[in-house]
C-alpha cells in the first residue's frame, strides 16, 4: 500500500512538498511515480524515478520546478514542487510500477499497479 501526504493550500510562487510512504512492498525494487488529476481531465503523469535511484523523469510542465526523491530507509517518495500555480491545482497520488526492476520509467497509468490514495493541492491567490 502506498500512503501520501502533505497536499494543501498554498498560493502562487509557493512550494509544498508531498511524500508517499509505502508499506508491504519492497521498496527499492519498483519505479514509483507522481500523477496529478485536474478536474474535469485526465490523470497525467508528473515525475518518476527509477528502482535504483539513479534516473529521474518530469513532464514538461514541471521539469526544472518540481523534483521527486526518495528515502529507501523511510521506504518513502517525495515530490518537492517549488514556484506553484494555479495550473497546478490537482489531486496528486503517488503509485508504483507493476513490475519490478522495470529499466524505464514509464509515463503511462496503465504501467502502474500500486496507488496511493491521492492528496489535494490547491493553488490560489
Known amino acids: 500500500q502506498l500512503q501520501a501526504s502533505g497536499g494543501g493550500l498554498g498560493q502562487p510562487g509557493d512550494s509544498l512538498r508531498l511524500a508517499c510512504a509505502a508499506f508491504?512492498?519492497?521498496?527499492?525494487?519498483?519505479?514509483m511515480a507522481w500523477f496529478r488529476q485536474a478536474p474535469g481531465k485526465e490523470r497525467e503523469f508528473v515525475a518518476g524515478?527509477?528502482?535504483?535511484?539513479?534516473?529521474?523523469r518530469y513532464s514538461e510542465s514541471v521539469k526544472g520546478l518540481f523534483s521527486i526523491s526518495r528515502d529507501v530507509a523511510k521506504q518513502t517518495v517525495y515530490l518537492q514542487m517549488d514556484n506553484l500555480n494555479p495550473e497546478d491545482t490537482a489531486v496528486y497520488s503517488c503509485?508504483?510500477?507493476?513490475?519490478?526492476?522495470?529499466?524505464?520509467?514509464?509515463?503511462?497509468?496503465?504501467?502502474?499497479?500500486?496507488w496511493g490514495q491521492g492528496t489535494q493541492v490547491t493553488v490560489s491567490s
Open positions: 503509485a508504483a510500477d507493476r513490475t519490478r526492476w522495470s529499466p524505464v520509467v514509464s509515463t503511462r497509468v496503465g504501467s502502474y499497479e500500486y
Open positions: 508491504g512492498l519492497t521498496f527499492n525494487t519498483y519505479n
Open positions: 524515478i527509477k528502482w535504483n535511484g539513479d534516473t529521474t
